[in-house]
C-alpha cells in the first residue's frame, strides 16, 4: 500500500521560509517523479514543481521560481520542500504526489499540510 505522508506545514511571518516533508513508502522511490501541489481557499489545485526520480531535474511554476527548492533523498525516501521568501499568496495545502516517469497522471497523493503566512 503506497502512503505518502507530509509535514512540516505551520504559521509563518511574510518573509520567512519553511520547509515540507514527504515520506513516502509502499512503492520503488526512485521510479517516480516526485511533485508538490498546492490549493488555496476557493481556488483550484496548482502545481507547484516537481523533481525527477534520479533527482536531476526539477521544474516550478513560475509564482515560486527563485523561492521554493524541491529535493530527495533516496535513501530516506522523502521529499523535501524549501519555501522561503513567503508571502501571503502561499497561504495554502500543500500536497505531495507521485508519478511514474514515463506517465503523466499523478497516482499518488498525500493528504496535505496546511502553510499559513501571515502578512
Known sequence: QVQLVESGGGLVQAGGS???SCSASG???SN?????FRQAPGKEREFVGAISGRGDNTYYTDS?????TISRDGAKNTVY???????AEDT????CAARLSDE???YYW?????????S
Open 18 to 20: 519553511l520547509r515540507l
Open 27 to 29: 512503492l520503488t522511490f
Open 32 to 36: 517516480y517523479v516526485m511533485g508538490w
Open 64 to 68: 515560486v521560481k527563485g523561492r521554493f
Open 81 to 87: 520542500l524549501q519555501m522561503n521568501s513567503l508571502n
Open 92 to 95: 495554502a495545502v500543500y500536497y
Open 104 to 106: 503523466s497522471r499523478w
Open 110 to 118: 498525500g493528504q496535505g499540510t496546511q502553510v499559513t503566512v501571515s
